[in-house]
């Protein structure tokens, strides 16, 4: 009887980190589409294992570590990585993906919206490389 009421415990719990994790997905395409970002990829997660946590549960220890959401977006022809930590507000730009490459765009703000990717894109701040490869002005 006992194995029976565990078993349902776990089935219970999969399907409850499930549903927060789609949630937490679902939360964070609506925040960029908020932003004003109309075209918005699938999003993922990964979990970032450099940042692991360690909790004491009974006799047990449980580590966890913080799970990353991200999506692409297309702007102006350049397809562009937003994540953010799950859980978490304000997300951040990450890397331009062109040419099969995915070069970091370091030093640019969080929480852009899609009026600051079109300015950042015009202006005459540094672009990563490949940049140019993608970007096309009359576009969307």
């Known amino acids: 009887m006992n194995k029976k009421v565990v078993s349902v415990l776990l ?12 949630s937490n997905t679902d939360k964070f395409v609506q925040e960029l589409k908020a932003a004003g970002f109309t075209n918005v990829g ?19 220890t449980v580590k966890t570590s913080d799970t990353i959401l991200e999506a692409i977006v ?19 730009l990450d890397e331009l993906h062109v040419n099969g490459q995915e070069p970091d765009w370091p030093g640019y703000p969080e929480n852009p919206k899609q009026s600051d990717v079109v300015a ?21």
């Open 11 to 22: 089935a219970l719990g999969c399907t409850a980190s499930l549903v927060a994790c789609s």
């Open 42 to 60: 699938q999003p993922s997660t990964e979990t970032d294992s450099k940042k692991k946590k360690s909790k004491k549960v009974g006799k047990r």
């Open 74 to 92: 297309r702007v102006k022809g350049c397809d562009l990585e937003m994540e953010k930590v799950a859980g978490q507000s304000g997300y951040w």
């Open 120 to 140: 950042l894109f015009a202006g005459n701040q540094p672009k990563p490389d490949g940049f140019k490869d993608c970007y096309k002005p009359n576009e969307p």
